[in-house]
Protein backbone atom coordinates (compact mmCIF):
# COMPACT_ATOMS: atom_id res chain seq x y z
CA UNK A 1 0.00 0.00 0.00
CA UNK A 2 1.40 3.74 -0.90
CA UNK A 3 1.11 6.36 1.38
CA UNK A 4 2.91 9.66 1.41
CA UNK A 5 2.91 11.55 4.74
CA UNK A 6 3.56 15.40 4.49
CA UNK A 7 5.07 17.11 7.70
CA UNK A 8 6.31 20.34 8.65
CA UNK A 9 3.74 23.19 7.87
CA UNK A 10 2.82 25.63 10.50
CA UNK A 11 2.23 29.16 11.07
CA UNK A 12 5.14 31.54 9.67
CA UNK A 13 5.86 35.33 9.56
CA UNK A 14 6.37 37.01 6.19
CA UNK A 15 9.93 36.48 4.84
CA UNK A 16 9.94 33.50 7.38
CA UNK A 17 11.05 29.97 6.08
CA UNK A 18 9.37 26.54 6.96
CA UNK A 19 10.78 22.76 5.14
CA UNK A 20 7.97 20.59 4.37
CA UNK A 21 8.59 16.54 3.94
CA UNK A 22 7.53 14.10 2.47
CA UNK A 23 8.08 10.15 3.26
CA UNK A 24 6.67 7.80 1.21
CA UNK A 25 6.33 3.85 1.78
CA UNK A 26 5.17 1.04 -0.50
CA UNK A 27 6.51 2.35 -3.16
CA UNK A 28 10.43 3.10 -4.86
CA UNK A 29 11.03 6.56 -4.69
CA UNK A 30 14.17 5.94 -7.88
CA UNK A 31 11.33 5.44 -10.21
CA UNK A 32 9.14 8.04 -9.28
CA UNK A 33 8.69 11.81 -10.13
CA UNK A 34 7.53 13.72 -6.89
CA UNK A 35 5.71 16.39 -7.03
CA UNK A 36 4.63 19.37 -4.43
CA UNK A 37 0.74 21.14 -4.99
CA UNK A 38 -0.51 23.79 -3.00
CA UNK A 39 -4.48 24.76 -2.33
CA UNK A 40 -5.54 27.64 -1.29
CA UNK A 41 -9.16 28.42 0.68
CA UNK A 42 -11.50 28.93 -2.13
CA UNK A 43 -8.92 28.00 -5.01
CA UNK A 44 -7.96 25.30 -7.11
CA UNK A 45 -5.26 22.87 -6.68
CA UNK A 46 -1.68 24.30 -8.21
CA UNK A 47 1.63 23.01 -9.48
CA UNK A 48 4.39 23.94 -6.77
CA UNK A 49 7.40 21.62 -7.48
CA UNK A 50 8.40 18.60 -8.68
CA UNK A 51 11.71 16.38 -9.00
CA UNK A 52 12.69 13.07 -10.82
CA UNK A 53 14.75 10.82 -8.95
CA UNK A 54 16.91 9.10 -11.62
CA UNK A 55 18.41 12.39 -13.02
CA UNK A 56 17.70 14.89 -10.76
CA UNK A 57 15.95 17.78 -12.51
CA UNK A 58 14.05 19.76 -11.31
CA UNK A 59 10.89 22.14 -12.16
CA UNK A 60 9.43 25.33 -10.51
CA UNK A 61 6.20 27.18 -10.48
CA UNK A 62 6.96 30.87 -11.46
CA UNK A 63 5.53 32.05 -8.59
CA UNK A 64 8.23 30.09 -6.04
CA UNK A 65 10.86 30.30 -8.14
CA UNK A 66 14.43 31.23 -6.83
CA UNK A 67 12.28 30.96 -2.95
CA UNK A 68 11.49 27.49 -2.63
CA UNK A 69 13.93 24.43 -3.51
CA UNK A 70 12.92 20.75 -3.75
CA UNK A 71 15.10 18.20 -2.50
CA UNK A 72 15.71 14.19 -2.07
CA UNK A 73 17.23 12.05 0.16
CA UNK A 74 17.27 8.43 -1.19
CA UNK A 75 18.35 6.75 2.05
CA UNK A 76 15.43 7.96 3.79
CA UNK A 77 12.86 7.64 0.85
CA UNK A 78 11.51 11.03 1.62
CA UNK A 79 11.29 14.91 -0.77
CA UNK A 80 11.32 18.03 0.92
CA UNK A 81 10.64 21.47 -0.21
CA UNK A 82 12.56 24.34 1.28
CA UNK A 83 10.20 27.41 1.36
CA UNK A 84 12.14 30.64 1.94
CA UNK A 85 11.18 34.16 1.45
CA UNK A 86 7.73 33.40 2.45
CA UNK A 87 4.41 35.66 1.38
CA UNK A 88 1.00 35.71 2.59
CA UNK A 89 0.07 34.47 -0.93
CA UNK A 90 1.72 31.10 0.06
CA UNK A 91 -0.65 30.01 2.37
CA UNK A 92 -2.23 26.83 1.30
CA UNK A 93 -2.51 23.10 2.04
CA UNK A 94 0.60 21.86 0.64
CA UNK A 95 0.25 18.14 -0.95
CA UNK A 96 2.93 15.91 -2.45
CA UNK A 97 2.09 13.57 -5.38
CA UNK A 98 4.15 10.91 -7.28
CA UNK A 99 3.57 10.14 -10.52
CA UNK A 100 6.19 7.19 -13.29
CA UNK A 101 7.37 8.87 -15.76
CA UNK A 102 8.26 12.35 -16.72
CA UNK A 103 7.64 15.62 -14.88
CA UNK A 104 4.33 16.96 -15.05
CA UNK A 105 2.82 20.48 -13.62
CA UNK A 106 -0.54 18.86 -14.14
CA UNK A 107 -2.64 17.67 -11.04
CA UNK A 108 -4.06 14.80 -13.02
CA UNK A 109 -0.84 12.87 -13.90
CA UNK A 110 -0.05 12.33 -10.70
CA UNK A 111 -1.29 8.69 -9.00
CA UNK A 112 -0.60 9.08 -5.58
CA UNK A 113 -1.44 11.74 -3.09
CA UNK A 114 -0.83 12.75 0.96
CA UNK A 115 -3.08 14.21 2.98
CA UNK A 116 -1.43 17.67 2.89
CA UNK A 117 -0.19 20.00 5.88
CA UNK A 118 -1.32 23.53 6.14
CA UNK A 119 1.22 26.41 6.12
CA UNK A 120 -0.20 29.93 6.90
CA UNK A 121 2.24 33.00 6.65
CA UNK A 122 0.69 35.97 8.29
CA UNK A 123 1.58 39.37 7.27
Known amino acids: QVQLVESGGGLVQAGGSLRLSCAAS????????VGWFRQAPGEEREFVAA????????SYADSVKGRFTISRDNAKNTVYLQMNGLKPEDTAVYSC????????????????WGQGTQVTVSS
Open 97 to 112: AARRGSISRSRGDYDY
Open 26 to 33: GLTFNTYV
Open 51 to 58: KTWSVSLS
